[in-house]
């Protein structure tokens, strides 16, 4: 019975360790974001013309989230998942401004 108090015991330390450098990956990214001084438009974030409806903005946000969410690229960890959180940010940032200027 020990045994197996200690196997859940390791197992428990090894996932909470995991996510704590998930967090701070995550962390790391989210500030390399915020300090980034180039920015691209956000058509080209996107990946839409500048004309492009509404319904084809929103379809290019889902389509690039679904390729690009964090969750995809945890197990890898390190720069990989770093990436995917930045470009998210990226991603949702550019989404919010043109809905905020479109207002649709």
Do not use: N
């Amino acid at each position: 019975m020990a045994f197996l108090k200690e196997h859940f015991q390791d197992r428990d330390e090894d996932a909470a360790q995991e996510q704590r450098e998930r967090a701070k990956a995550y962390r790391r990214a989210k500030q390399a974001v915020a300090a980034s001084p180039e920015d691209e438009p956000w058509h080209v974030v996107l990946e839409v013309s500048v004309t492009a409806s509404a319904e084809e903005i929103t379809a290019s946000y889902r389509r690039l989230i679904k390729q690009h969410h964090p969750d995809r690229f945890a197990h890898v960890g390190g720069e990989v998942y770093e990436e995917s959180v930045r470009r998210t940010a990226e991603i949702t940032q550019a989404y919010r401004y043109v809905k905020q200027c479109r207002q649709f």
